[in-house]
């Protein structure tokens, strides 16, 4: 089985330009969250899915954040545009439901530069 | 909120000594305590849960953790430690306050297995 999948690995941006991550998650998981770590610190909850909807995305900064999961499978996390605090490891994760335990990517580290 | 605390940035031992890495927790009602691993460049990866039950809990790697209600503790353990547990370690409590439901997770200690 295939784990949680994301693309890229890497990404170094300038800062106020945008910037995309996406997240495959494991076939039949029908809950996705993006998480992200900063340097030295433990992962912080931006956005969860229950299949295509959103239903917590309070930690997620709007102004310049965005996600979608449109058909409730693979998901996108968009910055527009990019700060200087936004570097970080950005994680998808996704489980059965949301009780289940989660199963982490491998995350998309980005440096803005 | 729930929250949990890992009290120590970095713990050293010797390769076949006992290692333990410390968590402590605040929650109100039951807890859901998760124990991960990160190793560098990589996503974490799960190690163990307690959700009830018998207070030790096995894990993947031959790692436990011992649930103490009382001290509000459930720390990590291993017999002993091999240079390969050397990584990034993350104690977690699932949080449903106000309907959300989401893994908060400590700071993160970071084991140093030496030979």
């Known amino acids: 089985e295939a784990g949680v999948v994301q693309s890229p690995r890497y990404k170094i941006i300038e800062k106020k330009q945008p910037v995309a991550f996406w997240c495959n998650p494991i076939s039949g998981h029908n809950t996705l969250y993006w998480y992200r770590q900063n340097l030295g610190q433990g992962p912080e909850l931006l956005i969860r899915y229950e299949n295509e909807e959103a239903v917590d995305d309070s930690q997620l900064p709007k102004d310049r954040f965005s996600a979608e999961r449109l058909k409730g499978v693979d998901s996108t996390l968009k910055i527009q545009p990019a700060e200087l605090g936004d570097s970080a490891v950005y994680l998808c994760a996704s489980s059965l439901n949301s009780l289940h335990g989660y199963t982490f990517g491998s995350g998309t580290r980005l440096t803005v530069v | ?115």
């Open chain 2, 1 to 115: 909120a729930q929250s949990v605390a890992q009290p120590e940035d970095q713990v050293n031992v010797a390769e076949g000594n006992p290692l333990t890495v410390k968590c402590t927790y605040s929650v109100s009602g039951n807890p859901y305590l998760f124990w991960y691993v990160q190793y560098p460049n990589r996503g974490l990866q799960f190690l163990l849960k307690y959700i009830t039950g018998d207070n030790l809990v096995k894990g993947s790697y031959g790692f436990e953790a011992e649930f103490n209600k009382s001290q509000t503790s459930f720390h990590l353990k291993k017999p002993s430690a091999l240079v390969s547990d050397s990584a990034l370690y993350f104690c977690a409590v699932r949080d449903f306050t106000g309907g959300g439901n989401k893994l908060t997770f400590g700071t993160g200690t970071q084991l140093k297995v030496e030979l």
